[in-house]
């Protein structure tokens, strides 16, 4: 669904409602009121938390501030995992908003990887977009793309979650589409196939479990069956995760509403 | 006579039998089959003839009574063939007579007396027209014509041919050749395979003789399967044992060809089974059903080069005009049709499926004016019997069996090659003719059908069907072939539609067997919309859709979309008031300028244009400058990161107020891009925001270090550098198409700085001025301009036109020229007309400041009047009219004055020509002494100034240097040496010059290059270049301490305009003419490479800015990348990943290091 701009536009628009309350037994010198925020779920919490940090900081002393995280429920919130999936893994059966704890104290190291600045996220999330290329192209197609294309991809990412102030309403909605439009004119290529093959090489997916111990499943999976059949989300559960198929085994994808390629895009 | 069109004489043939055709059927094996024969509507009689010969005898004259040896009375031509008149037989069934037998009075296209009657001496001999006394015999020509009549219908190919040469049932049939270059226009060829697996040729097939006339056997290597003929000269066949043999040598002479080559298939393991082709395209399915395209075929190299293997499964491919490809496939047997191909890309990207849906196909089955109004259609392939056309609209029984016809197919898709009609016309004179084999596609589930039945409604106009007697029908060849076995299988599925009364589901689709493309003209770009009938289904979602049926798609699509939307609806409804997470505000400046498009032809189309700023994460403002533009009414747009942006350069144009915008690539291409807007403050507008934003996002401002690179462009505008270390590094240096020039304001010609911050112009006019340490001005206003040092600044120059005449005996000279003559009022070339009221200031910026007057001091001379003469145009002209001279020109001068302002004060009084500052030694900093300055003034005088400082540039007063001739330019090298150019061409050394003795003690003469007149010279640490007038570059081989004038010119290279020496002796000129891959640009700025110690005249030129440069000046840069510090500068780079605003940061940390004047 790579050229279906309804489903794209609905998945990149994607905005959790979030209640940022600050952990109880942090020192404040005043009392810190809860934070309310859209959080974008095609993006990654530290990239979007700084109005957080800094509405928070404001009843803090400076001495107690150290790394900020972020918890749900007992669970420290991993800023590498998109924040739509850190929701529908943790939080989508709970109401809204999603309330999420802050800390500044006691940083998880087993848990959490540090996140020293938003390159580290920019290098992250990179690392992904060629992970996945690998898969589907052998990365011929990110190999081939200039500096500044990566930058355009990266720069679509971080101004999906950005609203324009601007003086006229009608710039801003112009501007928010050409940024959809700046991140898709690159990222497009990465979804393209060439014609005599039928579908990428893999398709590049993970899939997140809040059942087990494993981090997540990833395997090789074609997207065309030996028997020329293609794939659909229904056969990659059956085969590489089959305890996550409901018992009726609706073929049709359902996790999140997005499909495969949706889904390996978000990874 | 003339009512007869003159082709059917050149048809010539006498008489002629028409070839037998074998009393069989034109039949396939069940399953198979198609017919593309050319359907040919015009209704051509040809004239069938006869001579009737006579014999003069004395007593009866002419007579019939011929002698025992004579030919017949009644022959034909040759006189060997008994033909009387009412002998003369139709070819067959499918002609009838347009007239009776007349006789033809014409002969030898001129018209005879006496009843057309020609005379000889003998038969067989020449005739003449007249008759002599010597003649003996005479004959004329009888003619009757004759047309072809089975238009519209099925005709049986006639079977006359000699028996020994019957060709075998046919197996195949191709019909194509109607584009070979050159040929007759209606010319068809046809080709055949029959069981045995020997090919045929049918001779002679044409729009008016569309049965052709003979079959002439082909010689194979082996036996033939299959053959595809197309359009041009491709002919390729399939053999039983899996290769494929392509006919060489197919042309206009030569449509059979001369030899086969064989190619093999793609693997051995399985053979090719079938092939088509096309204009310069070849496709092919092999036993496994895999879909091959054959790279690289084309008319010169019709085998092609190799296999490539497509997407897909395919039972059959065929490819139709414009190379469009269609398919079974052989999963679902639907019908696919090849998107995307293009004449770029002629293997396309996907196959799609059209859409043909039962419900259409039963309310228009048999509605043949339907599928005509489609202008394409799919129907049934011909099987049954009976002889004449069957309408099935009248045979409700065989519609509602039959699957019948497709979808009709839009027809404003679809490129019409014939016009629309009832399939029941078939009277003689109808219509145009179309060349187009038509298309029939035959749905498996009726395949195999023993009785006869009739044929299927859906009779085209253009090609209007009869049915053929299928007498040995389902004979299963003992081959594999195109998915014969499979076909016929499939008949058990035939049953299905009948006394259904529900639509049918959605994959429950005909099974096709058979598809031909080959009178669809598919326009490479055109929207189809064969594909869409399902509401809501993305065509990639259809591409992928080879196992996964639409319907599915399309279920799953909606699905997605509303869980989607319930999302959001659950996620957002109640929260819209919240906060978005990050808002980050963006500065926008949008407008519309024009811009000059990057396809052909070029021209200046509208555009909306958007600068977006923003601040990046870290700090660091971005900018990006969209250019949105729309090209066949597709909104399409470009983007520019403005920190790659390497210059941004006002153009000089007449009419528009225009500028260009140069990247590293774009430098590289020789094509920026071109932004112009309506007004002047408009363009100022965008050119002083772009320019900051530039600026801004490399991190330089305020005013040019001293070390900095000094340019000029052909309009005057000034540009500065910051040199990056490794600039000139031996090894690596810099690329200069990577150096970002930013405009300083004024207006200049010559530009000359030294690494003191000591900067000196002269303008247009003559005028000396110095920097003083100002930036912006012009254009640039605010942030972009210093607020103190800017001064206004006039510069004025003057256009020239000239006014041309010739001599004449009459009047002498007048403004009369010859046709073929000049303008009488031109340009300098004579190209170009300007006449005096025509003519226009170089750019809006520039204003007349005086009338139009002569101009007496063009080189040559000029008479009193200012004439010039010359034997010719275009010549040299010479001040005196002579008796060989019959042209003569004057040159006229206007002057005009652009008010601009700038960081440059006017160094009064004395008009320069040239000025040259020391350029320090590196190392060497400020030691106190004052900069030695040197200049010729405008008349060619020699001067130093005197106390020029860094505090106090503009210097204290000018002393005066002696020389026998006027000067025209001047150089001071690093030591003090001084070298000039002379007006006459030569150089001159300056003796004994120094800090002590600033104007040095006599001149040395040096000898120009032979044959050539120096005109301009650099010196920069010890190296001395020259320039002569043709562009030739010198370098002065043998300079020592103490021999500094050198031992002799060594020429290095030519195509230079300018040449400037620095510090460092590196070597930077602006070239004449360079080649980029988009255009030639004219004055751009290049580096020499690999100049060293060893090796000063270095090896080769890196190319960098332009075109459109005039000047520059590296005489200032004395950076030189200290050795650790170039290599380490190197890792950094490659470290930051060609980061292009890498070399502006190393640039300014190195400015500060050596303490840079900042403002």
Same mark, same amino acid.
Request: charged share 20%.
């Given at each position: 669904?790579?050229?279906?701009?309804?489903?794209?536009?609905?998945?990149?628009?994607?905005r959790?409602?979030? !209640?940022?309350?600050?952990y109880?037994?942090?020192?404040?010198?005043?009392?810190?009121?809860?934070?309310?925020?859209?959080?974008?779920?095609?993006?990654?919490?530290?990239?979007?938390?700084?109005?957080?940090?800094?509405?928070?900081?404001?009843?803090?002393?400076?001495?107690?501030?150290?790394?900020?995280?972020?918890?749900?429920?007992?669970?420290?919130?991993?800023?590498?995992?998109?924040?739509?999936?850190?929701?529908?893994?943790?939080?989508?059966?709970?109401?809204?908003?999603?309330?999420?704890?802050?800390?500044?104290?006691?940083?998880?190291e087993?848990?959490?990887?540090?996140c020293?600045?938003?390159?580290?996220v920019?290098?992250?999330f990179?690392? !992904?977009?060629?992970?996945?290329?690998?898969?589907?192209?052998?990365?011929?197609?990110?190999?081939?793309?200039?500096?500044?294309?990566?930058k355009?991809?990266?720069?679509?990412?971080?101004?999906?979650?950005?609203?324009?102030?601007?003086?006229?309403?009608?710039?801003?909605?112009?501007?928010?589409?050409?940024?959809?439009?700046?991140?898709w004119?690159i990222?497009?290529?990465?979804?393209?196939?060439?014609?005599?093959?039928?579908?990428?090489?893999?398709?590049?997916?993970?899939?997140?479990?809040?059942?087990?111990?494993?981090?997540?499943?990833?395997?090789?999976?074609?997207?065309?069956?030996?028997?020329?059949?293609?794939?659909?989300?229904?056969?990659?559960?059956?085969?590489?995760?089959?305890?996550?198929?409901?018992?009726?085994?609706?073929?049709?994808?359902?996790?999140?509403?997005?499909?495969?390629?949706? !889904?390996?895009?978000?990874? | 006579?003339?009512?007869?069109?003159?082709?059917?004489?050149?048809?010539?043939?006498?008489?002629?039998?028409?070839p037998?055709?074998?009393?069989?059927?034109?039949?396939?094996?069940?399953?198979?089959?198609?017919?593309?024969?050319?359907?040919?509507?015009?209704?051509?009689?040809?004239?069938?003839?006869?001579?009737?010969?006579?014999?003069?005898?004395?007593?009866?004259?002419?007579?019939?009574?011929?002698?025992?040896?004579?030919?017949?009375?009644?022959?034909?031509?040759?006189g060997?063939?008994?033909?009387?008149?009412?002998?003369?037989?139709?070819?067959?069934?499918?002609?009838?007579?347009?007239?009776?037998?007349?006789?033809?009075?014409?002969?030898?296209?001129?018209?005879?007396?006496?009843?057309?009657?020609?005379?000889?001496?003998?038969?067989?001999?020449?005739?003449?027209?007249?008759?002599?006394?010597?003649?003996?015999?005479r004959?004329?020509?009888?003619?009757?014509?004759?047309?072809?009549?089975?238009?519209?219908?099925?005709?049986?190919?006639?079977?006359?041919?000699?028996?020994?040469?019957?060709?075998?049932?046919?197996?195949d049939?191709?019909?194509?050749?109607?584009?070979?270059t050159?040929?007759?226009?209606?010319?068809?060829?046809?080709?055949?395979?029959?069981?045995?697996?020997?090919?045929?040729?049918?001779?002679?097939v044409?729009?008016?003789?569309?049965?052709g006339?003979?079959w002439?056997?082909?010689?194979?290597?082996?036996e033939?399967?299959?053959?595809?003929?197309?359009?041009?000269?491709?002919?390729?066949?399939?053999?039983?044992?899996?290769?494929?043999?392509?006919?060489?040598?197919?042309?206009?002479?030569?449509?059979?060809?001369?030899s086969?080559?064989?190619?093999e298939?793609?693997?051995s393991?399985?053979?090719?089974?079938?092939?088509?082709?096309?204009v310069?395209?070849?496709?092919?399915?092999t036993?496994?059903?895999?879909?091959?395209?054959?790279?690289?075929?084309?008319?010169?190299?019709?085998?092609?080069?190799?296999?490539?293997?497509?997407?897909?499964?395919?039972?059959?491919?065929?490819?139709?005009?414009?190379?469009?490809?269609?398919?079974?496939?052989?999963?679902?047997?639907a019908?696919?049709?090849?998107q995307?191909?293009?004449?770029?890309?002629?293997?396309?990207?996907?196959?799609?499926?059209?859409?043909?849906?039962?419900?259409?196909?039963?309310?228009?089955?048999?509605?043949?004016?339907?599928l005509?109004?489609?202008?394409?259609?799919?129907?049934?392939?011909?099987?049954?019997?009976?002889?004449?056309?069957?309408?099935?609209?009248?045979?409700?029984?065989?519609?509602a069996?039959?699957?019948?016809?497709?979808?009709p197919?839009?027809?404003?898709?679809?490129?019409?090659p014939?016009?629309?009609?009832?399939?029941?016309?078939?009277g003689?004179?109808?219509?145009?003719t179309?060349?187009h084999?038509?298309?029939?596609?035959?749905?498996?589930?009726?395949?195999?059908?023993?009785?006869?039945?009739?044929?299927?409604?859906?009779?085209?106009?253009?090609?209007?069907?009869?049915?053929?007697?299928?007498?040995?029908?389902?004979?299963?060849p003992?081959?594999?072939?195109?998915?014969?076995?499979?076909?016929?299988?499939?008949?058990?599925?035939?049953?299905?539609?009948?006394?259904?009364?529900?639509?049918?589901?959605?994959?429950?689709?005909?099974?096709?067997?058979?598809?031909?493309?080959?009178?669809?003209?598919?326009?490479?770009?055109?929207?189809?919309?064969?594909?869409?009938?399902?509401?809501g289904?993305s065509?990639?979602?259809?591409?992928?859709?080879?196992?996964?049926?639409?319907?599915?798609?399309?279920?799953?699509?909606?699905?997605?979309f509303?869980?989607?939307?319930?999302?959001t609806?659950?996620?957002?409804?109640?929260?819209?008031?919240?906060?978005?997470?990050?808002?980050?505000?963006?500065?926008?400046?949008?407008?519309?300028?024009?811009?000059?498009c990057?396809?052909?032809?070029?021209?200046?189309?509208?555009?909306?244009? @958007?600068?977006?700023?923003?601040?990046?994460?870290?700090?660091?403002?971005?900018?990006?400058?969209?250019?949105?533009?729309?090209?066949?009414?597709?909104?399409?747009?470009?983007?520019?990161?403005?920190?790659?942006?390497? @210059?941004?350069?006002?153009?000089?144009n007449?009419?528009?107020?225009?500028?260009?915008?140069?990247?590293?690539?774009?430098?590289?291409?020789?094509w920026?891009?071109?932004?112009?807007?309506?007004?002047?403050?408009?363009?100022?507008?965008?050119?002083?925001?772009?320019?900051?934003?530039?600026c801004?996002?490399?991190?330089?401002?305020?005013?040019?270090?001293?070390?900095?690179?000094?340019?000029?462009?052909?309009?005057?505008?000034?540009?500065?550098?910051e040199?990056s270390?490794?600039?000139?590094?031996?090894?690596?240096p810099?690329?200069?198409?990577?150096?970002?020039?930013?405009?300083?304001?004024?207006?200049?010609?010559?530009?000359?700085?030294?690494?003191r911050?000591?900067?000196?112009?002269?303008?247009?006019?003559?005028?000396?001025?110095?920097?003083?340490?100002?930036y912006?001005?012009?254009?640039?206003?605010?942030?972009?301009?210093?607020?103190?040092n800017?001064?206004?600044?006039?510069?004025?120059?003057?256009?020239?036109?000239?006014?041309?005449?010739?001599?004449?005996?009459v009047?002498?000279?007048?403004?009369?020229?010859?046709?073929?003559?000049?303008?009488?009022?031109?340009?300098?070339?004579?190209?170009?007309?300007?006449?005096?009221?025509?003519?226009?200031?170089?750019?809006?910026?520039w204003?007349?400041?005086?009338?139009?007057?002569?101009?007496?001091?063009?080189?040559?001379?000029?008479?009193?009047?200012?004439?010039?003469?010359?034997?010719?145009?275009?010549?040299?002209?010479?001040?005196?009219?002579?008796?060989?001279?019959?042209?003569?020109?004057?040159?006229? @001068?206007?002057?005009?004055?652009?008010?601009?302002?700038?960081?440059?004060l006017?160094?009064?009084?004395?008009?320069?020509?040239?000025?040259?500052?020391?350029?320090?030694?590196?190392?060497?900093?400020?030691?106190?002494?004052?900069?030695?300055?040197?200049?010729v003034?405008?008349?060619?005088?020699?001067?130093?100034?005197?106390?020029?400082?860094?505090?106090?540039?503009?210097?204290?007063?000018?002393?005066?240097?002696?020389?026998?001739q006027p000067?025209?330019?001047?150089?001071?090298?690093?030591?003090?040496?001084?070298?000039?150019v002379?007006?006459?061409?030569?150089?001159?050394?300056?003796?004994?010059?120094?800090?002590?003795?600033?104007a040095?003690?006599?001149?040395?003469?040096?000898?120009?290059?032979?044959?050539?007149?120096?005109?301009?010279?650099?010196v920069?640490?010890?190296?001395?270049?020259?320039?002569?007038?043709?562009?030739?570059?010198?370098?002065?081989?043998?300079?020592?301490?103490?021999?500094?004038?050198?031992?002799?010119?060594?020429?290095?290279?030519?195509?230079?305009r300018?040449?400037?020496?620095?510090?460092?002796?590196?070597?930077?000129?602006?070239?004449?003419?360079?080649?980029?891959?988009?255009?030639?640009?004219?004055?751009?700025?290049?580096?020499?490479?690999?100049?060293?110690?060893?090796?000063?005249?270095?090896?080769?030129?890196d190319?960098?800015?332009g075109?459109?440069?005039?000047?520059?000046?590296?005489?200032?840069?004395?950076?030189?990348?200290?050795?650790?510090?170039s290599?380490?500068?190197?890792g950094?780079?490659?470290?930051?990943?060609?980061?292009?605003?890498?070399?502006a940061?190393?640039a300014?940390?190195?400015?500060?290091?050596?303490?840079?004047?900042?403002?």
């Amino acid at each position: 669904m790579t050229d279906d701009k309804d489903v794209l536009r609905d998945v990149w628009f994607g905005r959790i409602p979030t !209640c940022f309350t600050l952990y109880q037994d942090e020192i404040t010198e005043r009392e810190a009121e809860p934070y309310y925020l859209l959080l974008p779920r095609v993006s990654y919490l530290t990239l979007v938390t700084d109005k957080v940090k800094k509405h928070f900081q404001k009843v803090m002393r400076q001495e107690d501030i150290s790394e900020i995280w972020f918890e749900y429920e007992g669970t420290p919130l991993k800023w590498h995992y998109p924040i739509g999936l850190l929701f529908d893994l943790l939080a989508s059966s709970s109401a809204l908003p999603w309330n999420i704890t802050v800390h500044f104290k006691s940083f998880p190291e087993k848990d959490l990887l540090h996140c020293p600045s938003k390159d580290a996220v920019e290098a992250h999330f990179m690392s !992904c977009v060629k992970e996945a290329d690998a898969l589907k192209h052998k990365s011929q197609v990110i190999n081939e793309m200039q500096k500044k294309d990566h930058k355009q991809l990266w720069m679509g990412l971080q101004n999906v979650v950005s609203t324009w102030s601007s003086q006229e309403i009608e710039t801003t909605q112009r501007v928010k589409q050409d940024r959809f439009d700046q991140f898709w004119a690159i990222n497009r290529k990465l979804m393209e196939y060439p014609a005599e093959e039928n579908g990428f090489r893999y398709i590049p997916f993970r899939i997140y479990q809040t059942t087990t111990e494993r981090p997540f499943i990833q395997k090789l999976f074609r997207p065309v069956a030996a028997d020329g059949q293609l794939h659909t989300l229904g056969d990659l559960l059956r085969e590489v995760c089959p305890s996550a198929l409901a018992p009726e085994d609706n073929p049709t994808p359902k996790r999140q509403g997005l499909d495969v390629q949706a !889904c390996a895009q978000k990874v | 006579m003339s009512s007869r069109p003159s082709r059917h004489r050149e048809a010539g043939q006498w008489a002629r039998a028409w070839p037998p055709l074998p009393a069989r059927p034109l039949g396939r094996p069940a399953g198979e089959g198609r017919l593309g024969f050319p359907a040919a509507e015009e209704q051509s009689p040809r004239p069938g003839r006869s001579a009737p010969a006579q014999r003069w005898n004395p007593v009866g004259g002419f007579c019939e009574k011929l002698l025992p040896s004579d030919r017949w009375p009644w022959s034909d031509v040759s006189g060997l063939q008994h033909r009387p008149l009412d002998g003369v037989a139709l070819p067959s069934l499918h002609w009838e007579w347009e007239s009776d037998w007349y006789v033809d009075e014409n002969f030898g296209g001129e018209p005879t007396e006496k009843g057309g009657w020609t005379y000889a001496i003998d038969f067989p001999a020449t005739y003449t027209r007249d008759k002599k006394w010597n003649s003996c015999v005479r004959r004329r020509r009888w003619i009757r014509y004759r047309r072809y009549k089975s238009r519209d219908s099925w005709a049986k190919i006639p079977s006359k041919d000699d028996p020994k040469q019957l060709p075998d049932p046919f197996n195949d049939l191709s019909v194509g050749g109607w584009e070979i270059t050159d040929e007759p226009v209606g010319r068809l060829s046809v080709w055949a395979v029959s069981l045995q697996g020997k090919v045929w040729y049918r001779e002679d097939v044409s729009h008016p003789n569309p049965e052709g006339s003979s079959w002439s056997l082909m010689d194979t290597p082996a036996e033939a399967a299959q053959i595809s003929c197309g359009p041009h000269d491709l002919l390729w066949v399939t053999l039983w044992e899996g290769q494929a043999l392509v006919r060489e040598g197919i042309s206009r002479n030569n449509p059979k060809g001369s030899s086969w080559s064989v190619v093999e298939p793609p693997t051995s393991e399985n053979g090719i089974m079938h092939v088509s082709v096309g204009v310069a395209v070849v496709w092919a399915i092999t036993k496994d059903r895999k879909v091959w395209f054959r790279r690289g075929v084309n008319s010169h190299n019709p085998c092609g080069t190799s296999w490539i293997e497509m997407v897909g499964e395919m039972t059959m491919v065929n490819v139709g005009l414009n190379d469009q490809v269609w398919g079974i496939s052989c999963d679902d047997r639907a019908m696919y049709f090849r998107q995307g191909v293009t004449p770029s890309e002629l293997s396309g990207k996907t196959w799609k499926a059209i859409v043909a849906g039962r419900e259409s196909d039963r309310s228009h089955s048999g509605s043949s004016l339907s599928l005509l109004s489609a202008g394409c259609f799919f129907g049934d392939e011909v099987r049954g019997s009976g002889e004449s056309c069957a309408p099935s609209d009248t045979d409700a029984s065989s519609d509602a069996e039959r699957p019948g016809p497709d979808q009709p197919v839009p027809a404003e898709s679809l490129d019409c090659p014939g016009d629309p009609k009832g399939s029941s016309a078939s009277g003689p004179g109808t219509s145009r003719t179309t060349e187009h084999p038509a298309e029939v596609a035959s749905p498996a589930t009726q395949t195999p059908r023993p009785e006869p039945r009739p044929g299927p409604a859906c009779t085209p106009a253009e090609v209007p069907w009869t049915n053929i007697d299928l007498k040995e029908p389902k004979k299963t060849p003992s081959h594999p072939l195109a998915g014969l076995p499979e076909t016929t299988g499939l008949s058990s599925l035939e049953v299905l539609p009948l006394g259904l009364e529900e639509p049918y589901g959605a994959d429950d689709h005909p099974l096709w067997a058979w598809v031909s493309g080959g009178g669809c003209a598919v326009e490479a770009h055109s929207v189809l919309k064969w594909f869409s009938v399902q509401l809501g289904l993305s065509p990639s979602v259809q591409t992928l859709s080879l196992s996964i049926t639409p319907a599915q798609t399309a279920a799953w699509r909606k699905q997605v979309f509303q869980q989607l939307t319930e999302r959001t609806k659950r996620e957002l409804e109640n929260f819209r008031h919240y906060e978005q997470a990050v808002e980050q505000s963006v500065w926008v400046k949008t407008g519309t300028l024009q811009w000059w498009c990057n396809w052909k032809p070029h021209k200046w189309v509208d555009v909306r244009v @958007a600068l977006e700023q923003f601040t990046g994460h870290d700090g660091a403002r971005d900018s990006i400058l969209f250019i949105y533009y729309v090209v066949h009414e597709e909104k399409k747009y470009i983007h520019v990161f403005l920190n790659e942006v390497t @210059a941004l350069v006002p153009v000089l144009n007449e009419a528009k107020h225009s500028f260009a915008l140069y990247t590293p690539e774009r430098t590289r291409q020789r094509w920026p891009v071109r932004l112009a807007a309506a007004t002047e403050q408009d363009m100022n507008d965008w050119l002083a925001l772009l320019s900051l934003s530039c600026c801004e996002s490399r991190k330089v401002h305020g005013r040019p270090s001293p070390q900095a690179i000094w340019s000029i462009t052909c309009k005057g505008d000034i540009f500065v550098s910051e040199p990056s270390p490794d600039l000139e590094d031996p090894a690596h240096p810099l690329p200069c198409d990577q150096m970002f020039w930013r405009q300083v304001g004024g207006h200049l010609r010559v530009v000359e700085a030294n690494s003191r911050g000591v900067v000196w112009g002269i303008g247009y006019d003559h005028t000396a001025w110095v920097y003083t340490g100002g930036y912006g001005g012009g254009c640039f206003q605010g942030l972009a301009s210093s607020s103190s040092n800017i001064y206004t600044q006039s510069d004025v120059k003057s256009v020239y036109i000239y006014e041309n005449q010739r001599w004449n005996p009459v009047t002498g000279y007048t403004s009369r020229g010859l046709p073929t003559d000049r303008y009488m009022w031109s340009d300098a070339t004579g190209l170009q007309e300007c006449t005096k009221a025509s003519t226009k200031p170089p750019s809006l910026q520039w204003s007349w400041v005086s009338d139009w007057s002569i101009d007496f001091s063009v080189p040559g001379g000029t008479d009193q009047e200012g004439w010039q003469y010359a034997s010719d145009f275009p010549a040299s002209y010479h001040g005196y009219k002579t008796m060989k001279d019959f042209v003569r020109r004057r040159c006229w @001068a206007r002057k005009c004055k652009l008010v601009t302002s700038g960081p440059w004060l006017e160094v009064a009084p004395i008009a320069l020509g040239d000025v040259s500052i020391i350029p320090e030694s590196p190392g060497a900093s400020g030691n106190g002494h004052s900069v030695a300055l040197w200049a010729v003034s405008d008349k060619g005088d020699v001067l130093c100034r005197l106390g020029v400082s860094e505090l106090n540039p503009a210097g204290s007063s000018w002393l005066h240097v002696g020389t026998d001739q006027p000067f025209a330019s001047i150089s001071i090298g690093a030591c003090y040496q001084v070298w000039a150019v002379a007006r006459d061409g030569s150089a001159f050394y300056r003796g004994s010059v120094s800090p002590s003795q600033p104007a040095g003690d006599c001149w040395y003469h040096i000898p120009s290059p032979p044959k050539q007149r120096l005109k301009q010279v650099s010196v920069g640490q010890t190296a001395v270049y020259a320039l002569d007038e043709n562009g030739n570059l010198w370098y002065r081989q043998g300079v020592t301490p103490s021999y500094p004038q050198g031992s002799s010119w060594e020429h290095v290279s030519n195509n230079v305009r300018r040449v400037s020496v620095g510090p460092l002796d590196q070597v930077w000129v602006i070239a004449n003419k360079v080649q980029g891959s988009h255009s030639l640009s004219r004055g751009t700025v290049c580096h020499r490479t690999g100049v060293q110690p060893h090796e000063p005249k270095g090896q080769g030129w890196d190319y960098g800015i332009g075109g459109g440069w005039d000047h520059i000046s590296i005489r200032a840069n004395a950076t030189r990348a200290p050795r650790s510090a170039s290599q380490e500068t190197a890792g950094e780079r490659s470290g930051e990943q060609g980061l292009p605003s890498g070399p502006a940061q190393v640039a300014g940390a190195l400015q500060e290091s050596l303490g840079p004047v900042c403002c």
